[in-house]
């Protein structure tokens, strides 16, 4: 099983609600990404969680609190969201053992979300 | 700084061309070279990936041959198919596992 899962598929939301997207992967992975994807761009790194544990934060504003709760799972809380936020939200993982090459990451198929 | 170059789309081509698209990278430390792939409305999928120098990455009539001494990693296919069209990110990744996404190449393949 190499899939990574994503719900909800598609979220509105407005400037002043508190949603949260979801993400869940069964392949033993110790490493989980979270990338915003803007209209014809390339993904850009948000988050990184190696071993449960937040290893990168890409200097993301407070508004997106990102959660491990525990090896499979990887959730991000948004609250007090911009239109600009609008935008496809990627999930991955990795094996993400030290001391090998870098790892091939699986991308879940994202959530689209649109802040009204 | 680091970077990747990647030609820009989109690229039009017919059915059964042959296809080049084009991947630069500066600086140091990329061990290993990644081309994902993103068909429409869908997530990144890994396409195929060289992890040492001269490595040769190949999947679905696709390859790209990791050419340290050029810093690039050309991708290639010598007769695409309808189903290829998409879009095609050229990525270097840090030892960190950081990816370092090129802009994307749009290929439109037409029947």
């Known amino acids: 099983d190499t899939e990574v899962t994503q719900t909800p598929k598609h979220l509105v939301m407005g400037m002043t609600n508190k949603k949260s997207l979801k993400c869940e992967q069964h392949m033993g992975h110790r490493a989980m990404y979270w990338y915003k994807q803007k209209a014809k761009k390339p993904p850009e790194l948000m988050f990184v969680?190696?071993?449960?544990?937040?290893?990168i934060n890409e200097s993301v504003p407070s508004r997106f609190s990102p959660e491990c709760p525990n090896s499979s799972l990887l959730n991000l809380h948004l609250h007090a969201l911009q239109p600009e936020d609008s935008a496809l939200y990627l999930c991955?993982?990795?094996?993400?053992?030290?001391?090998?090459?870098?790892?091939?990451?699986?991308f879940g198929p994202g959530t689209r979300l649109t802040v009204l | 700084g680091n970077s990747v170059t990647q030609m820009e789309g989109p690229v039009t081509l017919s059915e059964e061309a042959f296809l080049t698209i084009n991947c630069t990278y500066t600086a140091t430390g990329y061990p290993s070279l990644f081309w994902y792939v993103q068909y429409p409305g869908e997530g990144l999928q890994l396409l195929l990936k060289?992890?040492?120098?001269?490595d040769k990455g190949s999947n679905k009539g696709f390859e790209a041959t990791y050419r340290k001494e050029t810093t690039s990693f050309h991708l290639e296919k010598g007769s695409v198919q309808v189903s290829d069209s998409a879009v095609y990110f050229c990525?270097?990744?840090?030892?960190?596992?950081?990816?370092?996404f090129g802009k994307g190449t749009r290929l439109h393949i037409l029947p």
């Open positions: 990525a270097p990744a840090r030892r960190d596992d950081k990816i370092i």
């Open positions: 991955a993982s990795s094996e993400g053992l030290a001391g090998g090459p870098p790892d091939t990451q699986y």
């Open positions: 969680y190696s071993y449960e544990k937040l290893s």
């Open positions: 060289a992890t040492k120098a001269d």
